[in-house]
T-cell receptor
Framework: DAGITQSPRYKITETGRQVTLMCHQT?????MFWYRQDLGHGLRLIYY???????DKGEVPDGYVVSRSKTENFPLTLESATRSQTSVYFC?????????????FGPGTRLLVL | AQSVTQLGSHVSVSEGALVLLRCNYS??????LFWYVQYPNQGLQLLLK??????LVKGINGFEAEFKKSETSFHLTKPSAHMSDAAEYFC?????????????FGQGTTLQVKP
């Protein structure tokens, strides 16, 4: 009954450090998405995945890496964090990713890069 | 390319007044349109969606939206605002025909409800 969860919920890190944000869903949805939310920009897609081992870039992929070895997990890694990556990050999933299918969102991770 | 424009980043209404949040889209193919709501410190929750069935779509919490192809609009309305409606609202369009399920979001509109 957990749905989609994200961890950590809050993270403070320093410039240059590697950070991994976790996303886990219990519905076995095939599609998963990572967005960042910034004032004035709404939500922008970073990466998405159609299935395990299938990922693709979204609108703002630079500086981020994703993997999806298992259907239920979709971690997002900032290889060398920059201040411009301070944001709120949302993970979402949908099934089966058809046009018009609802995306379900996690609670978000607030990341501050100092 | 598809895009979404939400007119007005902030809308303020009195409790009991009509809520109208505007959304216009750009799409070269029949769109699928969504309204999501985000309460403080929470993720996004689906309010309603249009998927080419009835043009007037009813959602949760008394909200509804009407798809108007001639105006390329999908405005969100509620007859009487409640304090609990204060939140940020996002309009989104589904990217088609690539069939990836990706959504393109508007910039969001913050709804303030005054007592």
């Amino acid at each position: 009954d957990a749905g989609i969860t994200q961890s950590p919920r809050y993270k403070i890190t320093e410039t240059g450090r590697q950070v991994t944000l976790m996303c886990h869903q219990t519905w076995s949805h095939s599609y998963m998405f990572w967005y960042r939310q910034d004032l004035g920009h709404g939500l922008r897609l970073i990466y998405y995945s159609a299935a395990a081992d299938i990922t693709d870039k979204g609108e703002v992929p630079d500086g981020y890496v994703v993997s999806r070895s298992k259907t239920e997990n979709f971690p997002l890694t900032l290889e060398s964090a920059t201040r411009s990556q301070t944001s709120v990050y949302f993970c979402a999933s949908s099934d089966p990713g058809r046009v018009g299918e609802t995306q379900y969102f996690g609670p978000g991770t607030r990341l501050l890069v100092l | 390319a598809q895009s979404v424009t939400q007119l007005g980043s902030h809308v303020s209404v009195s409790e009991g007044a009509l809520v109208l949040l505007r959304c216009n889209y750009s799409s070269s193919v029949p769109p699928y349109l969504f309204w999501y709501v985000q309460y403080p410190n929470q993720g996004l929750q689906l309010l309603l969606k249009y998927t080419s069935a009835a043009t007037l779509v009813k959602g949760i919490n008394g909200f509804e939206a009407e798809f108007k192809k001639s105006e390329t609009s999908f405005h969100l309305t509620k007859p009487s605002a409640h304090m609990s409606d204060a939140a940020e609202y996002f309009c989104a369009v589904s990217e088609d025909p690539s069939n990836t399920g990706k959504l393109i979001f508007g910039q969001g509109t913050t709804l303030q409800v005054k007592p």
